[in-house]
């Protein structure tokens, strides 16, 4: 009853305005002629009973003014008032408008930007039917024989599936183009809950053995490819040779279900005996290559979960032991344990890389937020400096503080809306280049950036906040003002509160600012460490050209070698080798070996890295042969196995001897111990699979004595550029063996992808860095130029009775110099402790480096001086008579 | 704007407005005026607050507004006591001569 008289009443108020108003003007009056004859009758004059009455009452407005606030529907006229007024206030100044909405911008457009890449890297729940519900079985990964006792001997899923991600050729010969493929088990789609955007998906039907060539096309690739036309079903794509026939296409938004990656085409896990041949991985027991997630039945817990994998595990793994393994590894093999890992937001390789810097970029995001909000906070201040007047008028004729401090908040709070919403915009081209930063040449990386409810509830709860921390100090001082100096409006009235606040907003500003150098500073010495960093080899001027035979060819062998003869003669090569693995590919083939000198490592101490490589291998790349010699045509396979290892590796397992003429074992499969090799040479070392290992013990084979074929990388030297030398290449494999597909990049490429995160890392806390400084040292300019005006009268006098303009800049100079100290001095103890988060992503330096926290004080100092000596030149050229005239 | 005379006590001005009404309708001069003799001029109330109060009171239901005629024959806002206002006055009556025998008692003690 009482809500809805409640209601109605204000709704009356604010509708029927007119008619109200004229309520209460009529009420007030009543009471002042009623006063004022109660007066009368009391003995009082006529005149003399109204102005009594009237004092009595005090200002009719403010009692007006009071009515009006005990309805709530004042509240939302007020505010609408406000509004009008704040924009009408703000248009009068577009350029303090313009200034702050950009640095609004750009700060919460940084902060937005990375906290989407938070949200859709770490946060983000998979767009799958009950996301909460999937859990995936932790292991490393799963072989198909493995899997398939999983999926027959578990009971609390209500559904389970595998997969795995693969790329695919698309073109029959020539130059490859790749696309993203997702093996998957038949209750994949079904599990997950997901419906065809058109034709069907795969099913449990689909995936048997001896299944039909079927593939499901990702929304996104269909678009592309196909126009999104009904067509694509039933048509037919060719996957690395083999054709498939198209049954459907996923629903829109489903990328797989590994975060930062997304499948252009899915097909059955059955259907990768047509890529294998006799040896198929269906039934290999120790070919790695699946992942497995379910989804819980409904009322079984994780506990639950987890207690049944462990009871099923010896059964599972007691089944599918990998007979091929020595007795203690099968032993252990059977004792492994399933647990479950819940798989809401998917699975990701990135997340264990960049979960730690990405908290360091919101950190460094929010201190710029902090920094652009103090600097609008002091504008702010200077603004409610320059409107005192106004304020004291407003205050004089009756408005109470709140009244203008709620309108100074307005005001605020549009500026930052503002600002949001053009900082949204900013946030989704930064997401763009962030992408691309993320992104290597072997992997593209997709995120899922559509605005979600958590992005846009940061991003307004961001700018709320901003609003409220440059709003609510400017508001409080700017409507504490002595009324009667206001309105005289004195030169000296102000140096005192706002100026000192004013120091003190820069003051932190200065600190703050410290604090992201050093940050910025580290990371991009981190990097410029890892740049510089010599590798082992030489990166500049390599092509890197993979070739791939159509089928398994018996004389694929033959063909690599005439392959790599023809691209050493091609023009412009100076130099070509070939070998199975490339430098920093992130492939590697490690083993234990066993030299024959005593106090070498042992066991699982003696672990060596392998590859393949032809003679020509270590010259193309510039790798130094330090002793011995290389391979030539007489290591095959009827004479000695040799290899050249690296110094590491001599060091390590020869030590204090010369390795040349030595001999080490590999284990091989089941343990067992193959033939002795004999060490020929011995190479400079080199990084083998990251920049930032600490060189491998490296063993470098000769091709010609490798089991298998498969060595299909070769490296060539030339000062031409990649495009010029595509077609060449191309010609050049295709005339050996038509059908050939390549695929080129350079070497350099492949060694700055190695150092991507480091380079996102230091390029983003590079340019935050400079913004802030850039912030901080307008807000200093503007500061000491405020100050400055505010002193114009001193400074008149003192120059009047003939102190030299030096001393003038001596003045304004030491309040600089100690502002400076403070902030250094806060900003260095803030560093220091800050910067420990940085730990281990810093490569070669560590987080206290003195170095970089001298070089970020030095060059905060110098640009603070520079912005402080042009504030007090203008201080220093004052015309005294001119100071002195004003007001 | 000070309260003149006694001040109220915190939050009992709405108390003593749903009291006035209790007896018959009036209007804003004229409750101001009941309660200043009542209280034997202790308790003078200025329009800056009874009239936000009425406005407070008429929101919440506890009074309703009537136009008549005044004494002097022009038309006047009146308020009286709605239903809701009698029982809101009842119980908040009820808490006032609790809690005032409450403090009453304390200060006796000694």
Redesign the interface.
Same mark, same amino acid.
């Given at each position: 009853m009482s809500l809805w008289t409640n209601l109605t009443g204000g709704l009356r108020a604010m509708f029927r305005k007119q008619e109200a108003e004229l309520e209460m003007d009529e009420e007030l009056r009543a009471w002042l002629e009623a006063a004022a004859a109660q007066k009368i009758r009391s003995g009082m004059s006529p005149a003399e009973a109204r102005r009594s009455a009237m004092a009595d009452m005090g200002s009719m407005e403010s009692v007006k003014e009071e009515i009006r606030a005990a309805g709530w529907e004042s509240g939302i006229e007020a505010l609408g008032r406000d509004v009008r007024f704040s924009i009408r206030l703000l248009k009068k100044a577009p350029f303090f408008t313009a200034v702050v909405v950009l640095t609004l911008a750009l700060g919460i457009g940084a902060n937005t930007a990375i906290f989407s890449l938070i949200d859709a890297m770490l946060l983000r729940s998979l767009p799958v039917r009950n996301a909460e519900e999937l859990v995936e079985v932790s292991h490393a990964s799963f072989t198909n024989p493995l899997w398939e006792q999983v999926r027959a001997q578990q009971d609390v899923f209500s559904g389970v599936f595998a997969w795995s991600t693969d790329r695919f050729n698309l073109s029959p010969s020539g130059m490859v183009s790749y696309a993203s493929g997702l093996w998957v088990s038949g209750d994949f789609f079904r599990t997950l809950g997901l419906k065809p955007a058109a034709g069907r998906l795969l099913t449990d039907a689909d995936d048997r053995r001896g299944c039909a060539n079927r593939a499901v096309l990702s929304y996104g690739y269909w678009e592309q490819h196909y126009g999104g036309s009904g067509g694509a079903i039933g048509s037919t794509i060719l996957l690395d040779g083999h054709p498939f026939q198209v049954i459907g296409v996923a629903p829109a938004g489903f990328f797989g279900m590994d975060v930062g990656w997304k499948f252009d085409v899915s097909i059955p896990i059955c259907a990768s005996a047509v890529f294998d041949g006799q040896q198929s991985r269906l039934d290999r027991r120790s070919w790695w290559w699946l992942r497995v997630a379910g989804r819980r039945k409904a009322g079984i817990g994780m506990a639950q979960v987890k207690a049944r994998l462990a009871a099923l595990s010896p059964t599972i793994f007691g089944a599918v032991v990998p007979t091929n393994w020595d007795v203690e590894s099968q032993k252990r093999f059977r004792q492994r344990v399933l647990a479950p890992a819940p798989a809401a937001t998917g699975l990701s390789g990135l997340r264990a890389q960049y979960e730690q810097p990405l908290r360091v970029l919101m950190a460094v995001v929010g201190l710029v937020l902090l920094i652009a909000s103090a600097n609008i906070a002091s504008l702010q201040t200077a603004r409610a400096a320059a409107r005192g007047r106004e304020m004291a008028m407003r205050l004089a004729l009756g408005a109470s503080r709140a009244r203008l401090a709620r309108q100074l908040i307005t005001e605020c709070v549009l500026l930052s809306m503002a600002g949001a919403f053009l900082g949204l915009w900013f946030a989704r081209w930064g997401n763009t280049i962030l992408l691309r930063y993320l992104s290597t040449v072997h992997n593209t990386v997709f995120l899922d950036f559509s605005p979600d409810g958590r992005v846009l509830g940061f991003t307004t709860a961001v700018a709320v906040l901003t609003a409220l921390l440059f709003g609510v100090g400017p508001a409080w001082w700017g409507t504490r003002i002595p009324l009667t100096s206001a309105i005289k409006e004195t030169h000296a009235s102000d140096r005192g509160i706002r100026g000192r606040l004013r120091l003190w907003i820069v003051g932190s500003q200065v600190a703050l600012s410290l604090v992201l150098l050093v940050t910025a500073g580290l990371l991009l010495r981190s990097f410029r460490n890892l740049a510089t960093l010599d590798p082992g080899f030489d990166r500049d001027h390599v092509l890197l050209v993979s070739v791939t035979l159509p089928r398994a060819n018996e004389r694929a062998e033959a063909v690599y070698d005439e392959i790599e003869r023809r691209l050493r003669a091609l023009p412009g090569v100076t130099g070509a080798g070939r070998s199975w693995n490339t430098p920093l590919s992130h492939v590697e083939w490690n083993t234990n070996i066993v030299s024959d000198a005593a106090h070498a490592p042992q066991g699982d101490d003696a672990l060596a890295y392998f590859n393949f490589v032809s003679g020509d291998y270590f010259d193309t790349l510039r790798m130094r042969l330090l002793a011995g010699r290389n391979f030539n045509a007489g290591d095959t396979t009827s004479s000695m196995a040799v290899a050249v290892i690296n110094e590491t590796l001599a060091r390590r397992f020869f030590p204090g001897l010369d390795a040349i003429g030595r001999t080490f074992r590999v284990e091989g499969e089941a343990r067992k111990l193959e033939a002795p090799v004999q060490v020929v040479g011995v190479v400079k070392d080199a990084k083998y699979e990251s920049l930032r290992e600490d060189t491998l013990a490296t063993v470098f084979r000769p091709i010609s004595q490798m089991d298998e074929t498969g060595a299909s990388n070769f490296e060539v030297r030339t000062k031409l550029s990649q495009a010029a030398m595509a077609d060449a290449i191309r010609d050049t494999a295709a005339g050996v063996s038509r059908d050939t597909s390549i695929e080129i990049h350079t070497l350099a490429a492949q060694v700055d992808d190695a150092m991507s995160r480091e380079r996102l890392l230091a390029a983003l806390a590079g340019f935050f860095g400079g913004l802030a400084l850039v912030l901080a040292m307008i807000g200093l300019y503007g500061t000491l130029s405020y100050l400055v005006t505010q002193r114009r009268v001193e400074f008149g006098i003192r120059m009047a009775l003939g102190a030299p303009a030096q001393s003038i800049l001596g003045l304004v100079m030491r309040d600089v110099a100690l502002l400076l100290l403070g902030g250094i001095a806060a900003g260095t103890g803030l560093a220091l402790a800050a910067t420990r988060w940085l730990g281990s992503i810093l490569f070669g330096l560590g987080p206290q480096d003195s170095a970089t926290l001298a070089a970020s004080a030095g060059l905060l100092a110098a640009v603070s001086l520079t912005a402080g000596y042009l504030a007090a030149r203008r201080a220093a050229k004052l015309d005294p008579i001119s100071a002195l005239r004003h007001d | 704007?000070g309260e003149r005379g006694g001040a109220l006590v915190q939050g009992t001005l709405d108390m003593l407005i749903l009291k006035t009404l209790a007896l018959e309708p009036l209007?804003?001069?004229?409750i101001a005026?009941r309660i200043e003799q009542v209280s034997g001029g202790v308790f003078r109330v !200025?329009?800056?607050?009874l009239?936000?109060?009425?406005?407070?009171l008429?929101?919440?239901?506890?009074i309703k507004p009537m136009w008549r005629a005044?004494e !002097?024959n022009?038309?006047?806002?009146y308020y009286a006591l709605t239903a809701?206002g009698q029982k809101q006055l009842r119980s908040e009556a009820e808490e006032w001569s609790r809690q005032s025998a409450a403090i009453a008692s304390i200060l006796e003690a000694s």
């Open positions: - | 704007m209007h804003g001069y004229g005026q !200025n329009p800056g607050s009239f936000p109060a009425f406005r407070r008429e929101r919440a239901g506890y005044s !002097n022009r038309r006047a806002k809701g």
